[in-house]
């Protein structure tokens, strides 16, 4: 899968976990880009993006993603 | 059942002032607000607007023995206890070998501690969470002839709870051990999520425990199910009785019939206990009921049905007359029915009647429906209680309801397309075959061979015609025929089949625009139709009438080809690109 493939993907799960089509992330994207992104939003956008990419995160990735381009590189590698 | 938190997450969002209010407070050891939300939106779908006070994180013990504790200030009528395993093996892990033999023993004691605080500050009913089980593996298998082992010992506390939750109808048991024992520990547990974030739920996992407290939930409003309305041809036996007939539909031990077996005995339990069954079918009263009379292996009996009905009136109709009859509420009322059009015509027309949509495979149909969870039982008295809420919110719905205002707005819906196409020998084999099979929708009941459909092929003064028709559930292919002979007095239908299937839909409209077409395509001016009767094909002696066609003194009827103006009909006609290069058989 491209990089670009990912980006596409990725956007769809948030805007599906934080129910707003306007949602695009970028590898800057950072949990105060938007604001329902809680922990409680983490534990949903986690188990999500795994169903979506058919890999698993460890426990140490779900905690300490610093931005989405750390997700990305994470689902590349697996996905 | 099998939904998404996604899609829970927004029926949690949505409006619910016209469902039935529920205040519930929920209480866990562990993390529980995935799981209040998870319940909010499972209980929008079964007609509850769940107002969810969520506890602080681990305080079940001090919370429920401060009667002036946060928990009781909204006064909830339903206290939900969420423990988990995890914290019960630390637990165990913390208690002295001496000491487990009595674990369960001490841990269900103080359970009930909690439970009797409940009811002193309380009248909120008691939902508690079983164990889903765990087996550290420390002994191995070893561990199940244990009387000290963690897994012995956990089993002992969901039995023990039974016990005790046996003696108090105000207290229900939320048997997650069920769930995890159905989705397998794995895709139940994700220890990362246990261990990060204290859920001991994947979130699939509380998605099904959510749907499963609100049934519980609903069932104690009054909201549970009381009647199963049943189709008959390949619902409740594989087949149609009407073409098949006594000894051609499956039940029993021949071909698919185990699987109907099976829904009928699970059936047969369901009124055992209470449940209501009614029969809504498509057939003529008498062929419907000769299985239940003359079949050896039908487990239902006309007894088990509280009303019977069969007709070729829709079924939307039907149902609500059923209902009138046995005077209950529509929403307590389940279809099942293995065709896609009933179902959606019933809720389209009926919005309150839960109408699962059944898997293909009949196998698949007993599990299906036990999986819905749509016959919660909480006892009588309770029912009895609450069953003027129930009222009141049915009023409601009644007004909010969006459904269909016609049979004819359903229709439109439906995106009907048909074709018309001369007989091919492609298709010659499935024509014999249905005017050997077709009982009911046939005017003549005449049986062809192939070869005698090659011959009206060759024929230069007759012509085959036959129709397939798609919808939006899909292409039903094949649904009817039609034999035209030309004579000196006009165009003789001498042979018209179409499927019970498709009845009622626009298709004998469809149908009959076609044949004047035809008429009208060989100059002639009268189109003349014959019904033979039979014992099986009543449901037509009127269809000439109806029609328009008027009866000659020699009993064949007449229609004016120049005065017909086409019937009203919502089904699109495709014209046959294919025509000219069909595959030869």
């Given at each position: 899968?491209?990089?670009?493939?990912?980006?596409?993907?990725?956007?769809?799960?948030?805007?599906?976990?934080?129910?707003?089509?306007?949602?695009?992330?970028?590898?800057?994207?950072?949990?105060?880009?938007?604001?329902?992104?809680?922990?409680l939003?983490?534990i949903e956008?986690v188990l999500a993006i795994e169903k979506c990419?058919g890999m698993q995160f460890d426990m140490?990735?779900v905690?300490?993603?610093?931005?989405?381009?750390?997700?990305?590189?994470?689902?590349?590698?697996?996905? | 059942m099998g939904r998404s938190f996604q899609s829970l997450k927004?029926?949690?969002?949505?409006?619910?002032?016209?469902?039935?209010?529920?205040?519930?407070?929920i209480?866990g050891d562990c993390a529980t607000q995935h799981f209040s939300v998870a319940i909010?939106g499972a209980?929008?779908?079964?007609?509850?607007?769940?107002?969810?006070?969520?506890?602080?994180?681990?305080?079940?013990?001090?919370?429920?023995?401060?009667?002036?504790?946060?928990?009781?200030?909204?006064?909830?009528?339903?206290?939900l206890i969420e423990l988990c395993t995890e914290k019960l093996y630390a637990?165990w892990?913390?208690?002295?070998?001496?000491?487990?033999?009595?674990?369960?023993?001490?841990?269900?004691?103080?359970?009930?501690?909690?439970?009797?605080?409940?009811?002193?500050?309380?009248?909120?009913?008691?939902l508690q969470c079983d164990y889903p089980e765990y087996d550290d593996r420390?002994?191995?298998?070893?561990a199940l002839?244990?009387?000290?082992?963690f897994i012995v010992q956990l089993r002992?506390i969901n039995a023990?709870m039974g016990?005790?939750?046996?003696?108090?109808?105000?207290?229900?048991l939320i048997g997650l051990s069920g769930i995890q024992a159905r989705m397998g520990r794995t895709a139940f547990h994700d220890p990362k999520l246990y261990m990060t974030a204290k859920m001991p739920m994947t979130l699939d996992a509380l998605c099904e425990a959510a749907d499963i407290v609100a049934a519980v939930?609903?069932?104690?409003?009054?909201?549970?199910?009381?009647?199963?309305?049943?189709?008959?041809?390949?619902?409740?036996?594989?087949?149609?009785?009407?073409?098949?007939?006594?000894?051609?539909?499956?039940?029993?031990?021949?071909?698919?019939?185990?699987?109907?077996?099976?829904?009928?005995?699970?059936?047969?339990?369901?009124?055992?206990?209470?449940?209501?069954?009614?029969?809504?079918?498509?057939?003529?009263?008498?062929?419907?009921?000769?299985?239940?009379?003359?079949?050896?292996?039908?487990?239902?009996?006309?007894?088990?049905?509280?009303?019977?009905?069969?007709?070729?009136?829709?079924?939307?109709?039907?149902?609500?007359?059923?209902?009138?009859?046995?005077?209950?509420?529509?929403?307590?009322?389940?279809?099942?029915?293995?065709?896609?059009?009933?179902?959606?015509?019933?809720?389209?027309?009926?919005?309150?009647?839960?109408?699962?949509?059944?898997?293909?495979?009949?196998?698949?149909?007993?599990s299906f429906?036990q999986g819905l969870d749509?016959?919660?039982?909480?006892?009588?008295?309770?029912?009895?209680?609450?069953?003027?809420?129930?009222?009141?919110?049915?009023?409601?719905?009644?007004?909010?309801?969006?459904?269909?205002?016609?049979?004819?707005?359903?229709?439109?819906?439906?995106?009907?397309?048909?074709?018309?196409?001369?007989?091919?020998?492609?298709?010659?084999?499935?024509?014999?075959?249905?005017?050997?099979?077709?009982?009911?929708?046939?005017?003549?009941?005449?049986?062809?061979?192939?070869?005698?459909?090659?011959?009206?092929?060759?024929?230069?003064?007759?012509?085959?015609?036959?129709?397939?028709?798609?919808?939006?559930?899909?292409?039903?292919?094949?649904?009817?025929?039609?034999?035209?002979?030309?004579?000196?007095?006009?165009?003789?239908?001498?042979?018209?089949?179409?499927?019970?299937?498709?009845?009622?839909?626009?298709?004998?409209?469809?149908?009959?625009?076609?044949?004047?077409?035809?008429?009208?395509?060989?100059?002639?001016?009268?189109?003349?139709?014959?019904?033979?009767?039979?014992?099986?094909?009543?449901?037509?002696?009127?269809?000439?009438?109806?029609?328009?066609?008027?009866?000659?003194?020699?009993?064949?009827?007449?229609?004016?080809?120049?005065?017909?103006?086409?019937?009203?009909?919502?089904?699109?006609?495709?014209?046959?690109?294919?025509?000219?290069?069909?595959?030869?058989?």
């Open positions: 899968m491209t990089e670009k493939e990912i980006y596409q993907k990725l956007d769809e799960v948030f805007q599906e976990v934080f129910d707003d089509d306007a949602i695009h992330v970028s590898p800057t994207t950072v949990a105060d880009d938007i604001e329902d992104w809680d922990s939003a983490q956008l990419f140490r990735e905690t300490g993603m610093a931005n989405v381009g750390e997700m990305v590189a994470i689902i590349q590698e697996r996905a | 927004r029926d949690a969002k949505a409006d619910a002032s016209d469902k039935l209010p529920c205040g519930l407070a209480a909010k209980g929008y779908q079964r007609g509850l607007d769940v107002r969810v006070f969520d506890a602080d994180y681990d305080q079940v013990q001090s919370l429920t023995c401060d009667p002036s504790s946060p928990l009781y200030e909204a006064s909830p009528e339903f206290i637990r892990l913390g208690c002295e070998w001496s000491d487990r033999k009595g674990f369960a023993d001490q841990v269900v004691q103080e359970m009930e501690g909690v439970w009797n605080s409940i009811r002193r500050n309380s009248s909120a009913i008691i420390v002994f191995g298998e070893f002839k244990m009387t000290d082992s002992r023990l016990d005790l939750a046996s003696a108090d109808p105000r207290l229900a939930m609903a069932a104690y409003k009054g909201l549970s199910k009381k009647c199963v309305v049943l189709d008959l041809d390949n619902t409740l036996w594989g087949g149609v009785v009407g073409d098949d007939g006594l000894v051609g539909i499956e039940v029993g031990e021949l071909g698919t019939g185990p699987a109907y077996d099976a829904l009928q005995h699970w059936l047969k339990e369901l009124k055992a206990r209470g449940i209501i069954l009614a029969v809504c079918s498509k057939n003529d009263e008498p062929v419907a009921k000769e299985p239940f009379e003359h079949h050896p292996d039908m487990v239902l009996s006309l007894d088990d049905i509280a009303a019977f009905v069969a007709n070729w009136e829709d079924k939307a109709s039907n149902i609500a007359s059923i209902r009138e009859r046995l005077n209950i509420g529509i929403d307590s009322m389940v279809f099942v029915d293995d065709n896609p059009f009933e179902r959606e015509l019933v809720k389209g027309m009926l919005p309150d009647v839960v109408a699962p949509d059944l898997p293909d495979d009949p196998a698949q149909y007993v429906l749509l016959f919660e039982a909480t006892g009588f008295s309770q029912e009895d209680l609450v069953r003027s809420d129930r009222y009141v919110a049915e009023g409601k719905r009644m007004q909010s309801a969006a459904c269909f205002d016609s049979v004819d707005e359903y229709l439109k819906s439906l995106d009907m397309r048909a074709r018309v196409s001369p007989f091919d020998a492609y298709h010659a084999p499935r024509i014999a075959q249905l005017t050997q099979r077709s009982n009911q929708f046939n005017l003549r009941t005449r049986r062809y061979t192939e070869a005698d459909i090659e011959s009206v092929m060759q024929s230069e003064s007759s012509r085959g015609v036959w129709f397939s028709l798609t919808d939006r559930f899909g292409d039903h292919g094949l649904v009817g025929i039609a034999i035209l002979e030309e004579r000196p007095d006009g165009l003789f239908v001498d042979t018209l089949i179409m499927s019970c299937r498709v009845l009622r839909r626009g298709m004998e409209e469809f149908i009959m625009n076609a044949m004047v077409e035809q008429a009208r395509s060989v100059g002639a001016s009268k189109l003349i139709g014959e019904y033979i009767p039979t014992k099986k094909n009543g449901m037509v002696a009127d269809l000439y009438s109806k029609m328009g066609f008027v009866q000659r003194s020699d009993g064949l009827f007449e229609l004016d080809v120049e005065d017909y103006t086409g019937r009203v009909t919502y089904i699109k006609e495709e014209r046959d690109d294919r025509e000219g290069n069909l595959p030869e058989a």
